[in-house]
C-alpha cells in the first residue's frame, strides 16, 4: 500500500531558528506536494504546496524543497516563531486523478521563546 | 470564496447510538467531497471520497456509512455507535482532479 513516511515524530525549536521536516513518498501518478498545518482542535490548514515542475517553492518563511529522483520533499520555517508550533502533515497525490491525498503521519512541531 | 461547514463540533454519544454528521461546502460546484477521522495524536484515515451526487467510495471496513443527497452536502452516518468511533471527524472538499484539499473545522465525536 501506498506510504508517505514523515519525520521526525516530533521537534522543538529554539524562536528564530529553523525547522525541517522531511517527506518520503512511493510512486505516484502526479507530482502535486501539499503540506497542511493543524492546531488544537482545529481542522488542517493547507500551507503551502508545490507541483514540481520547479524544485523548490517559498512562501513567506515557508519553504518546500522536492527532490525528485530520491522521492523526498521537505518543508523548512525560517526563523521559526512560538505562533508555529502546531502539528504538520505532508501529503502525496493516491491513485489517478482522484484527488485522492495520501498524509503523512503528522511532525508536532514546538517552537520555545 | 469558498467555505465548508460541518455540525456539530462536538458529540457525545452512548455505545449504539445512531450518528448523523453534516458537511455544506459554500461557494464551489461539483467538488470532491471527503471524509477523515483523525485519532488522537495521529494521521488522517481518508473514510469515504464522492466524485458527484450518491457517488460514494467506501476506504475503509466499518459500520459507518456516507452520503451525498445534494451536489454539496457530504453526511456521515451510523447505525450504531462502537467506543472504537471516537475521533475527530474532518470533511474536506477539493475540485476534480489532483488538487488542494481544504478542511472544515471538525467534529469531535466522544463514544461513552
Known amino acids: 500500500q501506498q506510504q508517505v513516511k514523515q519525520s521526525p515524530q516530533s521537534l522543538i525549536v529554539q524562536k528564530g531558528g529553523i525547522s525541517i521536516i522531511n517527506c518520503a513518498y512511493e510512486?505516484?501518478?502526479?507530482?502535486?506536494f501539499p503540506w497542511y498545518q493543524q492546531f488544537p482542535g482545529k481542522g488542517p490548514a493547507l500551507l503551502i504546496a508545490?507541483?514540481?515542475?520547479?524544485s523548490e517553492k517559498k512562501e513567506g518563511r515557508f519553504t518546500i524543497s522536492f527532490n525528485k529522483s530520491a522521492k523526498q520533499f521537505s518543508l523548512h520555517i525560517m526563523d521559526s516563531q512560538p505562533g508555529d508550533s502546531a502539528t504538520y502533515f505532508c501529503?502525496?497525490?493516491?491513485?489517478?486523478?482522484?484527488?485522492?491525498?495520501?498524509f503523512g503521519q503528522g511532525t508536532t512541531l514546538q517552537v520555545k521563546p | 470564496s469558498q467555505t465548508i461547514h460541518q455540525w456539530p463540533a462536538t458529540l457525545v454519544q452512548p455505545v449504539g447510538s445512531p450518528l448523523s454528521l453534516e458537511c455544506t461546502v459554500e461557494g464551489t460546484s461539483n467538488p470532491n467531497l471527503y471524509w477523515y477521522r483523525q485519532a488522537a495524536g495521529r494521521g488522517l484515515q481518508l473514510l469515504f471520497y464522492s466524485v458527484g451526487i450518491g457517488q460514494i467510495s467506501s476506504e475503509v471496513p466499518q459500520n459507518l456509512s456516507a452520503s451525498r443527497p445534494q451536489d454539496r452536502q457530504f453526511i456521515l452516518s451510523s447505525k450504531k455507535l462502537l467506543l472504537s468511533d471516537s475521533g475527530f471527524y474532518l470533511c474536506?472538499?477539493?475540485?476534480?482532479?489532483?488538487?488542494?484539499?481544504?478542511f472544515g473545522p471538525g467534529t469531535r465525536l466522544t463514544v461513552t
Open positions: 510512486n505516484t501518478a502526479f507530482d502535486y
Open positions: 501529503a502525496a497525490p493516491r491513485g489517478s486523478n482522484t484527488g485522492k491525498l495520501i
Open positions: 508545490i507541483r514540481p515542475d520547479v
Open positions: 474536506a472538499w477539493s475540485r476534480q482532479g489532483p488538487y488542494e484539499q481544504y
